[in-house]
């Protein structure tokens, strides 16, 4: 079975104190791993998706990377509007396209 | 291009009841998939609709339910509702070509008394 765990729960930050977010994954064969922002109440916006390790992407001050165990979601010089849900989540090759969640982490950054 | 826009926003139902859920795909995607999100926790896939088929499903009980039309808008009922069914229901909707991103509606609020 699928399995996506995230740490921190919660990260506290102040403005532009850049950290990192851990998303460590177990499935059977990736298909892709994927980056979401959810802000309370709403449904999770896309922000990437990693197919193979050593691969990175990156937009405006997040960037991710990919390993064969573990993603990272790096922020760098974060502001107040950052402030949101982070999940990842993982497809496998095998059956349909569902995505597998990790509980998240929820990331507040203090002006 | 429109996006996935999901109808009620807000529902209050009781206990034993039945409800219908709506969602609209993206314009071009032919895949729909529901995904359950209680309080505080991820996203859980409840089913995957692939041209109007059944494409998969994950640990929910047959009380839940789906449809897909040919225009690949969708349906989730759940049928005599319990208390723990409250949650925010997401649809989201893909291309459906196998490396490809889910984009997801704003959500259903369901809450159950």
């Known amino acids: 079975e699928d399995q996506v765990t995230q740490s921190p729960e919660a990260l506290r930050l102040q403005e532009g104190e850049s950290s990192s977010l851990n998303c460590s994954y177990t499935?059977?064969?990736?298909?892709?791993l994927f980056w979401y922002r959810q802000d309370p109440g709403k449904g999770p916006e896309f922000l990437f998706t990693?197919?193979?390790a050593g691969e990175e992407k990156e937009k405006e001050r997040l960037k991710a990377t990919l390993t064969k165990k573990e993603s990272f979601l790096h922020i760098t010089a974060p502001k107040p509007e950052d402030s949101a849900t982070y999940l990842c989540?993982?497809?496998?090759?095998?059956?349909?396209?569902?995505?597998?969640f990790g509980t998240g982490t929820r990331l507040t950054i203090i002006p | 291009e429109t996006g996935v826009t999901q109808s009620p926003t807000h529902l209050i139902k009781t206990r034993g009841q039945q409800v219908t859920l709506r969602c609209s795909s993206q314009?071009?995607?032919?895949?729909v998939s529901w995904y359950q999100q209680a309080l505080g926790q991820g996203p859980q896939f409840i089913f995957q609709?692939?041209?109007?088929?059944?494409?998969g499903r994950g640990n929910f009980p047959p009380r839940f339910s789906g449809l897909q039309f040919p225009n690949y808008s969708s349906e989730l009922n759940v049928n005599a509702l319990e208390l723990d069914d409250s949650a925010l229901y997401l649809c989201?909707?893909?291309?459906?070509?196998?490396?490809?991103?889910?984009?997801f509606g704003q959500g259903t609020r369901l809450t159950v008394v």
């Open positions: 989201a909707s893909s291309p459906g070509t196998g490396y490809s991103e889910a984009f």
């Open positions: 499935v059977s064969g990736l298909r892709g």
């Open positions: 990693l197919y193979s």
């Open positions: 989540a993982v497809q496998s090759n095998f059956g349909n396209e569902k995505l597998t």
């Open positions: 314009s071009g995607h032919n895949t």
């Open positions: 609709y692939y041209r109007e088929e059944e494409n």
